[in-house]
């Protein structure tokens, strides 16, 4: 193999680095796509009648991952995800490798509205893990989070009963 320099060298060293950039951009965001795409889905009617999209995480790994690596442009302001639980205990969300802000809003076993934290703000890095945005810590059994910048998180309020419209065996922990 020959490596032949030239002036044009460093410009096409550039663009290939660029190229290399996005080629590593557009795979994030289809990794991302495809593991939404692998959870289990369902629907959440608000009070208003509007339906959300709500992908499920129910293990444990999908529960760890969440919305971490999502992009902005994946996830609709239509679209949401449940992190479903098995009994109430105190839950605290955290925004780890986030890139949007959320809404945690959290659920009773029959998706009342028990509490909701707005706006908890994006964090794209990994580290610092003690500079990381956390939610409030609430007792609950579901819950379930949304673009803040969604017009539809701005109808879920503290008192009100969300209806899960899904198949009912999704809401059992594996």
């Known amino acids: 193999m020959h490596l032949f320099i030239t002036q044009d060298s460093p410009k096409l060293i550039k663009k290939l680095g660029i190229i290399l950039i996005l080629l590593i951009a557009c795979g994030c965001k289809d990794d991302a796509r495809s593991r939404l795409n692998s959870l289990a889905k369902g629907e959440i009617a608000l009070p208003s009648g509007n339906i959300l999209n709500v992908y499920v995480a129910k293990s444990p790994i999908e529960q760890l991952n969440g919305l971490s690596r999502v992009p902005s442009d994946i996830f609709g302001d239509k679209d949401s995800m449940l992190f479903t639980g098995n009994e109430y205990k105190p839950r605290q969300f955290w925004m780890l490798e986030t890139h949007f802000n959320l809404d945690i809003i959290f659920l009773t076993k029959d998706f009342y ?11 794209p890095k990994s580290e610092p893990r003690s500079i990381v945005p956390r939610s409030k810590m609430v007792n ?35």
């Not at 934290?117 to 994006?122: A, D, E, M, V």
């Not at 008192?159 to 922990?173: A, E, H, N, R, Y």
Request: net charge positive; glycine share 4%; aromatic share 8%.
């Open 140 to 174: 609950s059994w579901h819950v379930l989070e949304i673009k803040s910048s969604s017009n539809y998180a701005k109808e879920i309020r503290p008192g009100v009963t969300l209806k899960w419209k899904g198949p009912s065996d999704l809401l059992q922990i594996e």
């Open 113 to 123: 509205v028990l509490d909701v934290h707005r706006n908890l703000k994006s964090f």
